[in-house]
Every structure is written in C-alpha cells, then in structure tokens.
C-alpha cells in the first residue's frame, strides 16, 4: 500500500512539473522582444543649469505588442516619458530622458523601463559631466 501511494504522489508530482515548464516555455512567446541601438548614452560634457534629453528609441522584434507601463528614474533629476501606445511587432517606440543639470559634475544615472518583455525589465543609463558656471559663461 505504501508503494502505490508513494508511486502515485511520485506521478502527480511529474506530472505537475512537466506542465509547468510547458507552461512557462509557452509563456516565453507571449513577451514582446525590445531592442534599444545603446542603452547607454553619454552626453560629455554639459552646462550647468541647462536641462539635456536623450531619446532611447526601441524596436518591437517579437510577436505579441510591447506595452511599456512605466519608466522610473534613479533620482529627481532625471524626468523620463515614453510611449504610452503599445509598440506593434516590427514596431518602434522611445523613452525620452531628461536630466536637470542643476549641480557640477559627472553623472551616471539610470532609467528601469518596466515592460511586458522577458525579465519585466529595461535598465537604461546616462552619463556626462556637468561644467560649473563660470562668469564668463
């Protein structure tokens, strides 16, 4: 009696992890595939007090529509938008991030893209440095 009952937990057992990763290779398909051209974009050198954007354009290279539901910025300096329309296969879409350059010196901050893509996320970065005012500006 205890062998049938081990042998039939041991079934429903595989029985469940095999349908589980059929459901999770089937889950695969259902995300968008985004690619970015660079996902770093580095200003150089900016003006202090002068606001700088970049514009991260996506491309849509999977089967089902990307849908971007938020992009949040590591600091207050940093005010991203992003396309609020879902991306069609073969479409394209942006997150525009602009960076207040308030205070002097380098900066490296970063922009997490949440998205219906495989690991749910994007991560995005931007770096420059920024130039004091001096009176001669």
């Not at 349908?19 to 580095?42: E, F, K, L, R």
């Not at 970049?54 to 849908?67: L, S």
């Not at 205070?103 to 749910?120: L, R, Y």
């Amino acid at each position: 009696m205890k062998k049938l009952l081990f042998l039939a937990a041991f079934v429903l057992a595989a029985q469940v992890t095999f349908a589980q990763a059929a459901a999770a290779s089937q889950s695969s398909a259902d995300y968008a595939v985004a690619t970015v051209d660079n996902p770093t974009h580095d200003f150089g050198k900016i003006k202090q007090g002068v606001p700088v954007t970049h514009e991260f354009v996506f491309v849509n290279k999977g089967k089902v529509p990307m849908i971007i539901t938020n992009a949040q910025p590591s600091c207050g300096c940093t005010v991203p938008s992003w396309t609020k329309d879902p991306i069609p296969p073969g479409g394209s879409g942006f997150v525009k991030a602009t960076f207040n350059a308030a205070a002097p010196g380098a900066f490296d901050k970063s922009v997490t893209v949440t998205a219906n893509v495989e690991n749910g996320v994007i991560m995005l970065r931007i770096r420059g440095e920024v130039m004091a005012n001096t009176p001669n500006n």
